[in-house]
């Protein structure tokens, strides 16, 4: 569970002898919970089963994964191109468009968070005072990935032992590491979260660091907390880091507000989606038969990106059976029952009206 505190710091001014209280800041501190207990979540994570509801749950739209983004102030917008195309060609299109999509949708990885070198090969007194300095040596062969390459230091107490990951990072760069303002100054980070840049912070974070290092997860972990507080979860859906936002919220229990959130806005087949995510990694739902030959039929339907403007019978029975679901887990599983319960009887008011209009005009268009 993530905890949250505010810190008020108040800035006196003093001007021809005259103190003002010029401003009264609150600066949001968020404790990381990071994945450094000792189940690993990678197995979890890259299992097909777990890939094909993050990939579902992040809703993708073309709309906003071939939006239009700045490049360091380089133009990378191209003139657009119109053509005249037979249906097979569009459908080629098509097809080319979702491999672009899936490619700019790929997740970062989730894993646990690298433990520390300590491994000694060898000491060797008699190299006690030879050099004050340590000395290190790194295996050169082309093609070793440098994940797998092999790095050793000499201590002047004539020690041998690996080297530690910061050191193995900065070989393998071939350059001094240096850690952008962003993250190495706390007030920076908060006013980008507070600005709301959370796929910029993700975005930078997954080009400064390893998925294993204990940074990265602490940055990822903060502004995923703050993303679930302010429950902004649409800035960061049809982008590469919703997965890994949702993983990490189910995986340590705090996805009710998820789940709230997709009751209120009427998205209740991915509500399903996420409960069986939430079976997926902890297996703790009591009806996990039922649950899981639901989420089976949910997964090849097509995503609903806004309320459809009619039901056939077959998505009213299919709505139906989410809704039953749905009750179920708000009864068993749920930390946010008088929450949840009075969204979804929102959205079943609102839904049954659907069921009326979409089987009146039915009947009048003689399809009853």
Request: aromatic share 8%; charged share 25%; with cysteine.
């Amino acid at each position: 569970m993530s905890l949250h505190k505010f810190i008020h710091k108040n800035v006196v001014l003093q001007y021809n002898h005259f103190q003002l209280l010029a401003i009264s800041s609150r600066k949001l501190s968020i404790i990381p919970s990071v994945y450094d207990g000792e189940q690993d979540p990678g197995p979890k994570f890259f299992s097909s089963g777990v890939q094909a509801l993050l990939k579902r749950l992040t809703r993708p739209d073309f709309s906003k994964v071939f939006r239009k983004r700045t490049n360091s102030n380089r133009p990378v917008l191209k003139t657009p191109e119109y053509k005249f195309l037979t249906n097979e060609e569009l459908q080629s299109e098509f097809s080319k468009a979702n491999k672009t999509a899936a490619r700019l949708l790929q997740m970062p990885p989730v894993v646990k968070v690298h433990q520390p070198i300590n491994e000694v090969l060898s000491k060797d007194p008699a190299l006690v005072g030879y050099d004050n300095t340590k000395y290190l040596f790194t295996d050169i062969t082309f093609g070793v990935p440098n994940e797998d390459r092999l790095i050793v230091e000499r201590d002047p107490d004539g020690t041998l032992q690996m080297c530690d990951h910061d050191t193995r990072k900065r070989l393998n760069q071939g350059r001094k590491v240096r850690e952008p303002m962003m993250f190495a100054d706390e007030e920076k980070l908060n006013g980008l979260l507070e600005a709301e840049k959370y796929e910029y912070i993700l975005d930078r974070a997954c080009i400064q660091y390893e998925p294993d290092e204990l940074s990265y997860q602490k940055v990822t972990s903060i502004t995923y907390q703050h993303v679930d507080m302010k429950t902004n979860y649409k800035l960061l859906r049809s982008t590469r880091h919703f997965g890994p936002l949702a993983f990490y919220l189910t995986w340590h229990q705090s996805m009710d507000n998820l789940m709230l959130e997709l009751l209120q806005t009427g998205v209740i087949r991915e509500a399903v989606l996420l409960m069986g995510l939430r079976q997926a990694i902890h297996e703790d739902i009591a009806f996990a038969s039922d649950l899981n030959a639901l989420v089976h039929q949910v997964l090849p339907m097509p995503v609903q990106a806004s309320k459809p403007d009619s039901l056939s019978e077959v998505d009213i029975q299919l709505d139906n059976q989410c809704i039953d679901c749905v009750v179920k887990y708000i009864a068993k599983n749920s930390a946010m029952k008088s929450q949840q319960e009075l969204a979804l009887q929102g959205f079943r008011e609102d839904y049954q009206q659907m069921v009326e209009l979409s089987r009146g005009l039915r009947k009048a268009h003689g399809e009853a």
